[in-house]
């Protein structure tokens, strides 16, 4: 399972940590979070230790991977299409 938070300046750090931490102990293979003003996109993946790393930040235009679907990228502009 993929999370998908889209980060709102007034909740977003409550929010962001409270998710990540129930997401975490949720077992969720994938956490991502999107940060639409500063167009970034921050993946963290749960490792073997059941627990995440540091993720890592997309800024910029790429293929961003999906992990828990071998092979499955998505474009970056997707993402920020319209912002």
């Known amino acids: 399972m993929v999370f998908v938070e889209i980060f709102s300046p007034s909740t977003g750090k409550r929010d962001a940590h409270e998710k990540f931490m ?23 993946t749960l490792n ?3 627990q995440y790393g540091d993720g890592h930040v997309y800024e910029q235009k790429c293929k961003i ?12 502009d997707d993402i920020f299409a319209g912002i």
Do not use: M, R, S, T
């Not at 949720?26 to 167009?39: F, L, T």
């Not at 991977?65 to 474009?75: A, M």
């Open 65 to 76: 991977p999906v992990h828990i679907f071998e092979g499955y990228l998505i474009d970056y």
């Open 22 to 44: 129930l997401c975490e102990g949720a077992g969720v293979k994938e956490y991502w979070i999107v940060y639409p003003k500063d167009k970034a996109v921050h993946v963290f």
């Open 48 to 50: 073997n230790d059941g």
